[in-house]
C-alpha cells in the first residue's frame, strides 16, 4: 500500500467505502454438505487463487478428470459457490494451441483437447463454460444450533480445510523461488486476550471490517500486488479443572520436596527455588500481543 511522496495513487484503504455484500449464514445441511466434499474444497481454492477456469484447467491442475471436474463444478454452482463467467482474455484457450509435438503425440493431444471443449460446452451453447468462485461474506451456523449431523459436516469441512491451509502455508515456506520484498512479508501473530463472549464476536466483526477496508476491483489494484490469504482462528483456552490443579499442585509440592531431599542427602547444600515466585503474575494474566 505504499506510494511515493508527491505520487498520486489510489485511496488508501481508510479513504474507501467499499462495498459490501451483506453476511449470509449457511444453514442448509445439503449445501453444508456440498461445501464440505474435498476435491470441490481443492477446486474453490484453485479459482480463489487463480482466478476463472474451466473444468478441463480444474482437472489437469488437480489430477481429476474433465467428467469429475463438471459434476463437482455444477454441485457447486447449485447452492451458489460458482458461478459461470466469461473467459479471461488469453487464459485457458491458448494452451492446447501452444503445444507442440509429433506424430501420434500430436494426434492424442488434439483429440484430448477435442474432447475437453465438447465436455465444457453445455447443452446448446456455442462456448466453452468458465467458472468462477461467488466472493461472499459467508457464515457458519453458532455450534450451539448445530444438529448433531451438522457438527459432523462442519468437522470434516474444517478439517479439509485447515489442512490445506497448512499445506499452502509450508508450500511457501519450502519454495526457494521466493526473494525481494515478498520473502520478508510474513506478518505473523500468536496472542492472549481476555474477553467476553460479546467482545469476542465485536472483535472478529472490526476484523472482518478491516478486511473489507482492504479489498478492491481488480480494475483498481496496482502492479505488483499479489492474493495475500488471511486466516482468523481465536479460541478460549481450555478451562482448568479444579481437581487436577489440586492434584498437579500435590505432586508439584512432593516433587519439591524430593528434590529437597535429595540435595541435603548429596550435601549439595543448594536451595531449591520455588516453581513459581510469590510476585510472578500469573501466565494466563498477561494481555499483550505476543508476535512470533
Known amino acids: 500500500m505504499a506510494q511515493e511522496p508527491g505520487t498520486p495513487g489510489p485511496e488508501t484503504p481508510t479513504e ?3 462495498a459490501t455484500s451483506a453476511p449470509v449464514e449457511l444453514s442448509d445441511l445439503a449445501a453444508l454438505k456440498a ?15 487463480h482466478g476463472p477456469a474451466t473444468s478441463a484447467t ?3 491442475a488437480l489430477g481429476l478428470n474433465t467428467g469429475s471436474t463438471s459434476y463437482h463444478l455444477r454441485e457447486l454452482a447449485r447452492y451458489g459457490f460458482v458461478e459461470e463467467t466469461e473467459a479471461a482474455a488469453g487464459t485457458g484457450a491458448g494452451t492446447e494451441a501452444g503445444e507442440t509435438g509429433t506424430g501420434a503425440g500430436v ?6 483437447a477435442a474432447e475437453e471443449r465438447r465436455t465444457e460446452r453445455g447443452p446448446g451453447h456455442g462456448r466453452e463454460r468458465w467458472w ?3 466472493p461472499g461474506d459467508r457464515r457458519f451456523p453458532p455450534r450451539s444450533r448445530q444438529s448433531a449431523e451438522m457438527r459432523h459436516v462442519m468437522d470434516e469441512l474444517n478439517h479439509h480445510a485447515y489442512a490445506a491451509d ?6 511457501l515456506q519450502r519454495g526457494s523461488a521466493e526473494s525481494g520484498p515478498w520473502a520478508d512479508a510474513f506478518p505473523y501473530s500468536r496472542g492472549t486476550i481476555r474477553l467476553t463472549p460479546a467482545e469476542l464476536g465485536a472483535f472478529f466483526e472490526e476484523y472482518i471490517a478491516l478486511l473489507n477496508r482492504y479489498k478492491r476491483p481488480e480494475a483498481e ?3 505488483g500486488a499479489r492474493t495475500v490469504l488471511t486466516r482468523f482462528l481465536a479460541f478460549p483456552a481450555p478451562l482448568i479443572d479444579a481437581d487436577a490443579d489440586v492434584a498437579g499442585g500435590a505432586d508439584a509440592a512432593a516433587a519439591v520436596a524430593a528434590d529437597s531431599k535429595l540435595g541435603a542427602d548429596a550435601g549439595a547444600g543448594a536451595e531449591v527455588a520455588p516453581a513459581c515466585p510469590a510476585d510472578a503474575t ?6 499483550e500481543t505476543e508476535p512470533s
Open 132 to 134: 468462477r468462485a461467488v
Open 58 to 60: 480444474l482437472a489437469r
Open 16 to 18: 474507501r467505502t467499499p
Open 221 to 223: 489494484t496496482p502492479t
Open 166 to 171: 497448512l499445506e499452502l502455508f509450508e508450500q
Open 107 to 112: 494426434a492424442k493431444a488434439a483429440e484430448s
Open 35 to 49: 461445501l464440505a466434499q474435498p476435491r470441490r474444497q481443492r477446486m474453490l481454492q484453485h479459482l480463489t487463487l
Open 282 to 287: 500469573p501466565v494466563h494474566n498477561r494481555k
